[in-house]
């Protein structure tokens, strides 16, 4: 008995698809609460709130914690394509734009950002679990698909699209922040360029966009849960984000929102 099939038995399709959405959806958005109400993911600018005192105390690098919570979902990707060897193009998509976002995230750990901080434990375990769970997720819900008729209408192109959109907008924008700390300057500064003229977190909104891709090349409702509740996190992490820039910088420049240009 091969590992799909274990799987299969283990989680029924039905059961397995209705309880991991509302459980994704439900876990993000309460996330996304905590974040306003100063209960912060420990990592970047709010590794050190008020709120770390909760914390466990134990912590890593930034750039070692970060390695370590990125590398599990990409070898889920990897592993994929020889656990569902499939020759659908939709299911090869999505194992492609799965794989290829957390390859760019470990890309940039080790040749784009710069650290200058250490991440708490609790925290990389959390987005850890998290986002292993979701590229394990999004792959393995994709298989309950395979032999069904295909959607009345096909948004997979238009998914691949606007995955490839958010995927370059995301990198670009966090290359702009790996300018600002040249020559070994740890402090914070104000983003320039970009969407950051208009907007203090643009690789929050260009990761949506990833997410809102990956969704419509996989058409599968988990995939929409994943992509509505990261919208509801990132729009919750942007607006603390904002508040803490205006809090810590007094020519922060009000007309900057913190998502969405000229609206959130």
Same mark, same amino acid.
């Given at each position: 008995?091969n590992?799909p099939?274990v799987?299969?038995?283990?989680?029924?399709?039905?059961l397995?698809?209705?309880?991991?959405s509302?459980l994704?959806l439900?876990?993000?958005?309460?996330?996304?609460?905590?974040?306003?109400r100063?209960?912060?993911?420990?990592?970047?600018?709010?590794?050190?709130?008020?709120?770390?005192?909760s914390?466990?105390?134990?912590k890593?690098?930034?750039?070692?914690?970060?390695?370590?919570?990125?590398?599990?979902?990409?070898l889920?990707g990897?592993a994929s394509?020889?656990? @569902?060897?499939?020759?659908?193009s939709?299911? &090869?998509f999505?194992? !492609?734009?799965v794989?290829? =976002?957390?390859?760019?995230? $470990? #890309?940039?750990?080790?040749f784009?950002?710069?650290?200058?901080?250490?991440?708490?434990l609790?925290t990389?375990i959390?987005?850890?679990?998290?986002?292993?769970?979701?590229s394990?997720?999004?792959? @393995?819900?994709?298989?309950?698909?395979?032999? &069904?008729?295909e959607? !009345?209408?096909d948004?997979? =192109?238009?998914?691949?699209? $606007? #995955?490839?959109i958010?995927?370059?907008?995301?990198?670009y924008?966090?290359y702009?922040?790996?300018?600002?700390?040249?020559?070994?300057?740890?402090?914070?500064?104000?983003?320039?360029g970009?969407?950051?003229e208009?907007?203090?977190?643009p690789?929050?909104l260009?990761?949506?966009l990833?997410?809102?891709?990956?969704?419509?090349?996989?058409?599968?409702?988990?995939?929409?849960?994943?992509?509505?509740?990261s919208a509801?996190y990132?729009m919750?992490?942007?607006?603390?984000t904002r508040?803490?820039y205006?809090?810590?910088?007094?020519d922060f420049p009000?007309?900057?929102?913190a998502?969405?240009?000229f609206v959130?």
């Amino acid at each position: 008995m091969n590992i799909p099939m274990v799987l299969a038995i283990l989680f029924p399709p039905t059961l397995f698809l209705t309880g991991a959405s509302v459980l994704t959806l439900l876990s993000l958005a309460i996330l996304g609460v905590l974040e306003i109400r100063g209960i912060n993911l420990k990592y970047s600018k709010f590794v050190n709130t008020a709120s770390s005192s909760s914390s466990i105390s134990f912590k890593v690098p930034s750039r070692v914690g970060m390695l370590l919570l990125y590398t599990p979902a990409f070898l889920v990707g990897v592993a994929s394509f020889w656990l @569902y060897p499939a020759d659908d193009s939709r299911f &090869l998509f999505l194992k !492609s734009a799965v794989t290829i =976002h957390f390859f760019k995230r $470990l #890309f940039e750990v080790i040749f784009i950002h710069k650290y200058s901080g250490k991440m708490s434990l609790d925290t990389m375990i959390i987005i850890l679990v998290s986002y292993f769970f979701l590229s394990l997720s999004l792959i @393995y819900t994709q298989t309950f698909n395979q032999g &069904l008729s295909e959607p !009345s209408i096909d948004l997979k =192109h238009l998914g691949i699209v $606007l #995955f490839l959109i958010g995927i370059s907008g995301n990198f670009y924008h966090h290359y702009l922040l790996s300018k600002l700390r040249t020559n070994g300057v740890k402090e914070y500064k104000i983003p320039k360029g970009g969407l950051f003229e208009l907007a203090i977190c643009p690789h929050y909104l260009f990761e949506i966009l990833e997410f809102l891709g990956i969704s419509l090349i996989s058409q599968t409702l988990y995939s929409f849960s994943v992509t509505l509740g990261s919208a509801l996190y990132f729009m919750c992490r942007s607006y603390v984000t904002r508040k803490w820039y205006m809090s810590k910088f007094e020519d922060f420049p009000k007309e900057v929102k913190a998502l969405i240009p000229f609206v959130f």
